[in-house]
C-alpha cells in the first residue's frame, strides 16, 4: 500500500517535470512608458496684414474769410450854423433850381452850397419864371421873387437892317418900352403905349417893331436860327399882356 503511494507520487511529479506540447505561456513585458513629449506650443496666428492706407493728408488750413470791402462813405462836411442861401417869394411853395438841380420850396435857406458862381431858377405855376445869377461866397446871398410884380429885362444882340447896308446894336426892353442902343444914329426908344407892331417871323429871321404913325425897323442877328429873337419877342410879348387893362 504504502509502496502505492510513492509510486504515485513519483509518477505525479514525473509527469510534472515532462515539458507539453502547450504553447508557452507569452510573457508581456509592459511597454515603457514613451518619454513626456514636450508640450506644443501652438503656432501663433499670424498678424492680420494691415494694407497701407494713403498717407492722411495735412489738414489745409482754411483760409482767413475775406473782409467785406469797405466802401468809403463821402464826408458830409457839418451844415453851417448860417445859410448861404435864401430865396423867398410872394407866392409861397415856388420850386427852387440851382444850377438845374432842384433844392426845395419857398421859401428855403441852406449852408450847404459850394463857394463860387451858380445860376438861380426860382419856379410857380401859372407866372413867370425867375432867373438869376448869384456869387455865393461867405455871406448870406438873399433873393425875394416877386411873382406878382411884372418885370422885364429882355436883351438880345441885333442887326439893323437898312433900306442900304446895316448897322450892329442891341436890343432892349424894360418896364418902359423896347429901346435900340448903337452906335448909329438910328437909336431910339419906343415906349409900349406907342407900339403898333411887334412882330418876330422865325422862318425869314426877322424880327420888325412899328411905331405907331412911325417908322419901322427890321432887325436879324448872326446866329444860325432865329431862336434868340424869338425869346426876346416872347418875353415882351408876355409883358405887354400884364400891363393891358
Known sequence: MIG?????????????????DEEE??????????????????????????????????????????????????????????????????VPGASVFLDRRFLGTTPFETGDVASGPHRLNVSSEGYEGFSQEIEIGDELVSVDVRFLEVRLAASVDVVH??????????????????????????????????????????????????????????FTDEQENADALFTFHREVERTRERLSP
Open 4 to 20: 502505492l503511494i510513492l509510486i504515485s507520487g513519483a509518477a505525479a511529479a514525473y509527469v510534472s517535470l515532462v515539458p507539453t
Open 25 to 90: 505561456p507569452v510573457t508581456t513585458t509592459a511597454a515603457a512608458d514613451p518619454p513626456p513629449v514636450a508640450a506644443l506650443t501652438p503656432e501663433p496666428e499670424p498678424e492680420p496684414v494691415v494694407e497701407p492706407s494713403a498717407p492722411e493728408s495735412e489738414p489745409v488750413p482754411e483760409p482767413d474769410p475775406t473782409p467785406a470791402p469797405v466802401v468809403a462813405k463821402p464826408s458830409v462836411p457839418e451844415s453851417r450854423l448860417e445859410p448861404l442861401l435864401r430865396v423867398a417869394s410872394d
Open 161 to 218: 437892317k437898312h433900306r442900304f447896308g446895316s448897322c450892329a446894336g442891341r436890343l432892349r426892353a424894360d418896364l418902359d418900352g423896347i429901346h435900340y442902343e448903337t452906335t448909329d444914329d438910328d437909336a431910339f426908344s419906343i415906349p409900349f403905349g406907342e407900339l403898333e407892331q411887334h412882330v418876330v417871323e422865325y422862318l425869314e429871321h426877322t424880327l420888325t417893331i412899328r411905331r405907331r404913325d412911325g417908322r419901322t425897323y427890321n
